[in-house]
């Protein structure tokens, strides 16, 4: 097996697994490297599964773009590989009168991100769709476009394509020490050297270790970890909706 790559990209989560994809397309020599024994091992397999619109994001912020677009992009990729999708739709709820002013400004909000589908609702209307919630909700935001879907297959449908096209995934594989020689990055690993013209950081929680040992040090990631209560499929049927909470 080759060491040496036209694209070495450092990081097998999602976001590392859909460059190694697209780059994949090209006639380029690609390696994707994990630490882990799998893609996806870290930070891409623990999330809540919401196709999110992006409806509540900072308008006009880069997050607010990338959240919208990726957000489009997802939808048709899933449909394209046939990737589970639940289209439940998402329930704003307020539970006091402080939440349920802020209803209106969080539909303001996603007008100024160019989603235009939220309704306020009642609390009448919303105990007919979500007859199974707790007493004493006020009314509800309706966000229809966000949707759950299987958070784990699109990491793999994106690494299977780039290795069918020719990538080469180098797992169990972790980068130690970078050092550039020229238009060259030798990247020092406990498996090995490997050296490519371009690199690119996709280590995610630890990207800033591996901008460390590139010589930068202008960001820092602090890791935040939260908690999930993981029901039984037999609660499936209490909840007809994704429902979340009014910001305040």
Known sequence: MSNQFELAIIGAGVVGCALAREFAKHDISIALIDAASDVGEVTSKANTAILHTGFDMTPNSLESK????????????????????????GLLVAWNEIEEENLAKL??????????D?????????????????????AALTVPGEWIIDPWSPIVAFATQAKLAGAQILLNTKVES???SGEQFLLTTNKGQISCKYLINAAGLYSDEIDKKLGLSDFTITPRRGELI???????????????????
């Open 66 to 89: 990338l959240v919208s677009q990726g957000y489009e992009l997802l939808k048709a990729y899933a449909q394209e590989v046939n990737i589970a999708v639940e289209k439940l739709g």
């Open 107 to 116: 539909q303001e909000k996603a007008v100024a991100n160019g989603y235009q």
């Open 118 to 138: 939220c309704e306020i609702i009642t609390a009448e209307q919303l105990y007919e769709l979500e007859p199974n919630l707790g007493a004493g909700a006020l």
């Open 178 to 180: 970078i050092a550039q």
């Open 230 to 248: 993981v029901f039984d499929k037999l609660a499936r049927s209490l909840i007809n909706h994704i429902i979340l909470p009014v910001p305040t």
